[in-house]
């Protein structure tokens, strides 16, 4: 499996009331279950800044992940990149390839 995070920005609409954002996410994350269920999630972080949310999870292709990225913009992310991640050290086997 890939490993991929996750930044998203909601929309201004989507930060008007957080007070509703726990039953939201449970929404995002059940939708995410039902169309992608080889995704695992790793970690789920808020964070303060550029992105509102980071997500790090494992998905089979990178099909799945855009997947992923689509649920999102589907609930309310106003921006949602997927990046690929490499572990560090398969990075550093990869730098003794050259």
Known sequence: M???IL???LSPTQTVNMK??????RMW???VK????????????ALLGTYDFMDIYEAPDP???????MISKKNGALTSDSW???PYSRFLEMIEEF
């Open 84 to 86: 690929s991640a490499i």
């Open 7 to 9: 930044m998203t920005k």
């Open 20 to 25: 509703n954002r726990e039953e939201i996410g």
């Open 63 to 69: 099909e799945t992940a855009a997947k992923v990225s």
């Open 34 to 45: 039902d169309y992608c269920p080889e995704v695992h999630f790793i970690a789920h972080y």
């Open 2 to 4: 890939q490993t991929y």
């Open 29 to 31: 994350l059940q939708e």
